[in-house]
């Protein structure tokens, strides 16, 4: 598979000049608390206009493409903006950052067997991984266009700006856009800096990444593709179901099962058990009273940790009872606590309390770490830009089996069919051959399927 750059680089500017009161965005306290790494994530469509030829095809999608983008984002006007510092966004209309490629063979053939390790190219190329920094691009968007005529968009928007249900409402907004469906254009919310406001002597070690750092693994982190369809799904809720919780989610089980299966790599490589500390983004919006608009900008996220000392059974209706207790715990007042003036001292507070019980467990023995993001239940296959819906959504990292520091990572994300869970997942490389071999996750789960089958 050969990916050729086929435009000049381009840079998308909001139809209409953003406002002078609007010209500098800043970033509210929990996106202090988050990293800015850029959010990656690739949608598959194939060609359904049989009687228009390729390059028509390719020339007139470009064209509506651009123009719908330019107008969405008047409204997302941050995302055109740059970096300006780690408190702010300078939102100067300089665009988004757009490029478009010609992909030498037909998207059936990349879907049929994809090669996970090719995908960073149908992202835009020159993203550090470590972070955007001071005058980097908010968002960034290549267009891969297939022989077949199927293409593949591309998308990164820096973490700084949007968590996941943010980074949705902007691809869903563009897309009802494109389509010209005015019910369906989503108008965001640039409210969060307002409700949680930022601490400009906001310390590193109370950032997510300070936290959880001395838990970072060095060596060659490689990833796998876990798909658990709607009926196994079923099967584990039944095996999870308890008289304390009577009605266990989809993901509480998947994640479950895969910290369970994890944990077992973990030992059969090392030969010792060791306590396992793992998190689970929380989308604040929901947890709220009254809840925050789906469409709020920014991230309202916060993380429930989990702590699986070696000596606990491991039954999966455990592991959902604690999981379930943990998400509990971040409730109404919790969020109201992290508002207004009095809310760094608050999440401080949590940061702090969080930091004991790593520090706690990790004297143990040392202890490892996995960290949970779930994008289920976010209708990312809806995302419908007049060729129909997706083939498939894919996230995907710069993991390519090379020496690097990495955390245990897994993405949570609704199958096509819906129902099911697909699980990206990012471990040492002698871990996820470990995990391979998983004789009860190998019972649910299947490992790297085509996803034109999924």
């Not at 494109?178 to 409700?195: G, H, K, Y």
């Not at 999966?316 to 207790?325: G, I």
């Amino acid at each position: 598979m050969e990916v050729e750059t086929i435009s000049k680089l381009e840079y998308i500017k909001p139809s209409s000049p953003t406002p002078p009161n609007l010209k500098t965005y800043k970033i509210s306290l929990l996106d202090q608390f988050l990293s800015s790494i850029y959010i990656p994530t690739i949608i598959f469509y194939q060609n359904n206009q049989i009687s228009t030829g390729h390059a028509d095809i390719v020339s007139q999608r470009s064209q509506l493409l651009k123009q719908s983008l330019s107008e969405t984002l008047t409204r997302f006007y941050p995302l055109a903006g740059k970096i300006k510092d780690n408190l702010s966004i300078d939102c100067n209309d300089e665009g988004v950052y757009y490029s478009e490629t010609r992909v030498s063979c037909r998207l059936v053939d990349c879907l049929n067997r994809p090669n996970l390790r090719t995908f960073h190219l149908f992202l835009p190329q020159g993203v550090s991984w470590s972070g955007a920094t001071a005058g980097d691009h908010v968002a960034k968007i290549q267009v891969n266009n297939f022989a077949c005529g199927g293409v593949a968009i591309g998308v990164l928007v820096c973490h700084m700006i949007a968590d996941g249900t943010a980074f949705s409402a902007f691809l869903k907004a563009w897309a009802a856009t494109t389509l010209e469906v005015s019910e369906d254009v989503i108008c965001p919310n640039f409210n969060a800096p307002t409700i949680f406001i930022q601490n400009e002597a906001y310390p590193m070690e109370a950032t997510l990444m300070a936290l959880t750092m001395p838990l970072l693994r060095s060596g060659r982190c490689t990833g796998r593709r876990i798909v658990f369809d709607a009926s196994v799904i079923a099967s584990l809720k039944a095996k999870a179901t308890s008289s304390s919780i009577p009605t266990p989610t989809r993901v509480e089980v998947v994640s479950a099962l895969l910290v369970k299966c994890i944990m077992a790599a973990f030992k059969t490589k090392s030969g010792i058990e060791k306590p396992t500390f793992y998190t689970h983004a929380m989308n604040l919006r929901r947890t709220a009273a009254p809840p925050f608009p789906e469409s709020s900008m920014g991230n309202f996220i916060w993380v429930a940790g989990v702590l699986c000392m070696d000596d606990e059974k491991m039954e999966l209706a455990y592991m959902v009872r604690k999981l379930r207790e943990a998400k509990t715990k971040i409730d109404a007042d919790f969020v109201k606590d992290l508002q207004g003036d009095g809310g760094f001292p608050k999440l401080y507070e949590h940061v702090n309390a969080m930091g004991g019980t790593l520090s706690s467990a990790a004297s143990h023995r040392g202890m490892d770490y996995i960290s949970f993001t779930s994008w289920c239940n976010f209708g990312l296959y809806d995302i419908d830009f007049g060729w129909g819906k997706p083939m498939w959504v894919s996230c995907i990292d710069s993991s390519d089996e090379r020496e690097q520091v990495f955390p245990n990572t897994i993405m949570l994300m609704d199958t096509r069919c819906g129902g099911g869970i697909e699980a990206w997942v990012w471990l040492d490389k002698e871990d996820i051959a470990m995990l391979d071999q998983d004789k009860e996750l190998l019972a649910f789960a299947s490992l790297d399927p085509s996803p034109i089958k999924v």
